[in-house]
């Protein structure tokens, strides 16, 4: 393992913000990242996965661990599930496709979110009605401070709208090394009534639907909307969609009928944060090399060398004005550093 020294960060985050890693180590094996966490104990670490839940807005005065570890394996089976464990590293849509060839269900709506698998725990990643706790089983985390390899199962994860015991109290003190997932092996649960995937089946003329139907929809609504990070520079989604009382939905609902939402329970109800900013005025709107995406008003996007304070600073601004029109706090889902 070799430590380098000012290294920019670029190529390692989405958004493609340039900013430098005082020192960087690509750590490959679980024996490695032990090792560096016990050699470099004393100092201040930032870990780091597929850079696609960030937006970096100063240079990292710490040492940067790469968290790169691969494989994907079968640890058992039954006729109709499988539990399939992958490392932390590995692609999250990689990973998704491995298993639709496999004809293992369950991740199929989750296609195309960009990520690795070790930090989807970490958000609780979700997509057209279905999450990861969902087909989550467990993860395996080493213990920042003692190296220590702990099993956290579904419960003990915590898990609620992108959150989960990582982003709360465990904040820090883990790195997720890999994910068990239970997938169904036949007679699968399509999650097909959720956005526009029916519409796209459709259009695809798809009558009897298959896992890899369901994940092609996906990908195509996702394409259609959504700005490839290799071409321009983002992080999905900027911010999460509020969840309101019922009191505050009648309210706004009287103000703007045509709002559309989802009922979350008798005295709750979510609102697309989308739709917010696009009736805010943000859609398509530009600030010279950075801006809101024209497709998709909750998606920030870096088109040549922004910097994370030009975009922290734009959604502050989008924040506060949804705030001023609608009453509402929009939190951002991407972690600011």
């Known amino acids: 393992m070799v430590v380098k020294e000012n290294i920019s960060l670029k190529p390692y985050n989405t958004f493609g913000i340039d ?28 870990i780091l996965g597929g850079g696609s839940n960030m937006l970096l807005t100063q240079d990292i005065d ?12 079968m640890l058992s089976e039954s006729d109709s599930h499988v539990v399939v464990k992958a490392q932390a590293g590995e692609n999250w849509h990689a990973f998704v496709l491995w298993c639709i060839n496999n004809n293992f269900g369950g991740v199929e709506n989750l296609s195309l979110i960009p990520g690795n698998v070790g930090t989807a725990p970490i958000q609780n990643i979700g997509a057209y009605g279905v999450e990861l706790k ?12 003692t190296q220590k390899v702990v099993t956290f199962t579904n419960a003990e994860c915590q898990f609620g709208y992108r959150e989960s015991i990582f982003k709360q109290q465990a904040k820090g003190k883990y790195i997720i090394t890999s994910v068990c997932f239970s997938l169904s092996k036949k007679d699968h649960k399509l999650h097909t009534d959720y956005g526009a995937i029916t519409a796209q089946l459709q259009e695809m003329k798809v009558t009897n ?7 092609e929809a996906v990908i195509a609504i996702r394409e259609s909307k959504l700005p490839n990070p290799k071409d321009i520079g983002n992080s999905g989604s900027f911010f999460k969609n509020p969840v309101v009382s019922k009191a505050t939905f009648n309210s706004l609902q009287s103000q703007f009928p045509n709002m559309p939402y989802y009922q979350v329970s008798k005295e709750t109800f979510k ?7 696009e ?16 497709k998709q008003a909750l998606v920030l996007v870096n088109y040549s060398n922004a910097s994370g304070k030009d975009i922290l600073n734009l959604a502050r601004l989008i924040q506060k004005t949804v705030k001023r029109i609608f009453g509402i706090d929009i939190d951002t889902e991407v972690n600011i550093i």
């Open 134 to 145: 969902d087909v989550f089983l467990s993860c395996e985390a080493v213990e920042v401070t």
């Open 62 to 73: 710490a040492l940067v661990l790469h968290i790169n570890l691969k494989g994907i394996e």
């Open 279 to 294: 009736h805010a005025g943000f859609k398509g709107k530009t600030f010279g090399n950075y801006g809101v995406h024209k």
């Open 209 to 215: 639907p298959t896992i890899s139907n369901v994940s």
């Open 19 to 46: 900013v430098t890693a005082k020192s960087f180590l690509e750590v490959n094996t679980l024996a490695d990242l032990k090792t560096a966490l016990k050699v470099h104990q004393n100092k201040d670490l930032f």
């Open 271 to 277: 609102i697309p944060a989308g739709w917010l900013i």
